[in-house]
């Protein structure tokens, strides 16, 4: 089976960086991927790792070390439209996403 | 511009009944995706399907099952609806095309069982 684990909540300041960190027991898989969700809707395609290493895209970098059993998802500059959900999520065997439970983030003015 | 719906986004029904949620993609996508969101659990696959004629059981399927008749369409029933069921329902849709196989969720169907 998977395990997944994220932090439930995070607060952080406008302008600033959050760091939310997603960690995994697994056998084995084929990339981990992050997802924002706002409140009531459904969620978006952040960001993709197959390989370890930093995945950079605008403010938003994806990190991932398969030897730690390590993600995490790094926003920079933040902005109040930022408050959200992020969902860490590993794709296995079968083209199939399991979930953590997500970690919400507050932007505070 | 092609897309994923659901429908009905909102559904009260009552506890035997039976429910069908609607999901339609028009990406052509050849894989579909139920998922259920609850408080506490995250996101959970109930059923999902490679294909017309497709389908397979996730982690929570019991209650629930799926009929793959055409690549845009994947209806959710829920036989006998049940108090347990009351959840957010996402349905999804990836292809390989590109290398990755990113989902893409429609926007939901909140349903209330009574």
């Known amino acids: 089976g998977q395990n997944i684990d994220q932090p439930t909540e995070m607060t952080a300041t406008e302008g600033a960086i959050v760091q939310i960190n997603c960690t995994y027991q697994t056998s084995g898989f084929n990339g981990l991927f992050w997802y924002q969700q706002h409140a009531g809707e459904a969620p978006t395609f952040l960001s993709y790792n197959v390989l370890d290493g930093l995945e950079e895209k605008g403010r938003f970098s994806s990190f991932l070390s398969r030897s730690k059993g390590y993600s995490y998802l790094l926003l920079k500059e933040l902005q109040m439209k930022d408050s959200a959900s992020y969902l860490c999520?590993?794709?296995?065997?079968?083209?199939?996403?399991?979930f953590g439970g997500g970690t919400r983030v507050l932007v505070k003015p | 511009d092609a897309e994923i719906t659901q429908s009905p986004r909102h559904k009260i029904t009552e506890t035997g009944r039976q429910v069908t949620l609607a999901c339609h993609q028009t990406?052509?996508?050849?894989?579909m995706f139920w998922y259920r969101q609850d408080l506490g659990h995250g996101l959970r696959l109930i059923h999902y399907?490679?294909?017309?004629?497709?389908?397979n059981k996730g982690e929570v399927s019991d209650g629930y099952s799926v009929s793959r008749s055409n690549t845009e369409d994947l209806p959710l029933t829920l036989e006998s609806a049940a108090s347990s069921q009351t959840s957010v329902y996402f349905c999804?849709?990836?292809?390989?095309?590109?290398?990755?196989?990113?989902?893409?969720f429609g926007p939901g169907t909140r349903l209330t069982v009574l």
């Open positions: 399907s490679y294909g017309v004629q497709d389908t």
């Open positions: 990406w052509n996508h050849n894989n």
């Open positions: 999804a849709s990836s292809d390989r095309r590109g290398g990755t196989d990113t989902q893409y």
């Open positions: 999520a590993l794709w296995a065997a079968g083209n199939k996403l399991t």
